[in-house]
């Protein structure tokens, strides 16, 4: 079992909608990461959160929008998103570079219809 | 900008055999790098992380090398088993507190029993 644990596991949304994706881990970790995964290719990240603020956008659209309400808690925000975005996603976290792995998610699958 | 590959894409090995997975990258001055196992429509695991002053990482049957100098690391599995089938990931954090890890695309292993 992972220990770090993403609400929903699968989500099916309209363009139009609003929804948001939940990740939380109760390791002590400080640093937390979504990612976008398509099908057959690498994680791609997306944000980073340390300490609960924002460290890194990788010139994420802002249809997607991340929020850290806590150090055990990250959501990614969805609103007006588009059939490209589809794919799965994973959120990590780590207790910090430079000696310590990221841990991941078992991610939730999004499609857009 | 860093980047990361892996050779072979794909490998079919019987039940036993000793393998050995590559992985290259272009900018020696990485700070750790890490191996990741996935499984179909599942989060990543981490395996095996290397720091930068470190030669090898071993875990169980797993033995994980790096040479900066050439640019590659290889993971070893002893003895592979079908429970070992998923595909393999490294990839480099190539700046200190970056938090940001360049990924290669993967090597699909299946172990024929």
């Known amino acids: 079992d992972t220990e770090v644990t993403q609400t929903p596991k699968h989500l099916v949304m309209g363009m139009t909608n609003k929804k948001s994706l939940k990740c939380e881990q109760h390791?002590?970790?400080?640093?937390m990461y979504w990612y976008k995964q398509k099908a057959k290719k690498p994680p791609e990240l997306m944000f980073v959160?340390?300490?609960?603020?924002?460290?890194i956008n990788e010139s994420v659209p802002s249809r997607f929008s991340p929020e850290c309400p806590n150090s055990s808690l990250l959501n990614l925000h969805l609103h007006a998103l588009q059939p490209e975005d589809s794919a799965l996603y994973l959120c990590?976290?780590?207790?910090?570079?430079?000696?310590?792995?990221?841990?991941f998610g078992d991610g939730t699958r999004l499609s857009i219809l | 900008k860093q980047e990361v590959t892996q050779i072979p894409a794909a490998l079919s090995v019987p039940e036993g055999e000793n393998l050995v997975l590559n992985c290259s990258f272009t900018?020696?001055?990485?700070?750790?790098l890490q191996w990741f196992r996935q499984d179909p429509g599942k989060g990543l695991t981490s395996l095996l992380l290397?720091?930068?002053?470190?030669r090898e990482q071993t875990s169980g049957r797993l033995n994980a090398s790096l040479d900066k100098s050439s640019g590659r690391s290889t993971l070893y599995i002893a003895a592979s088993q079908p429970g070992d089938s998923a595909t393999y990931l490294c990839?480099?954090?190539?700046?200190?507190?970056?938090?940001?890890?360049?990924f290669g695309k993967g090597t699909k292993l299946s172990v024929i029993p």
């Open positions: 990590a976290s780590s207790q910090g570079p430079p000696d310590q792995p990221q841990h």
């Open positions: 390791m002590g970790h400080r640093a």
């Open positions: 959160y340390s300490y609960e603020k924002l460290s």
């Open positions: 900018d020696s001055a990485i700070y750790n």
């Open positions: 290397i720091q930068s002053s470190q």
């Open positions: 990839a480099a954090d190539s700046g200190a507190g970056s938090y940001q890890l360049t």
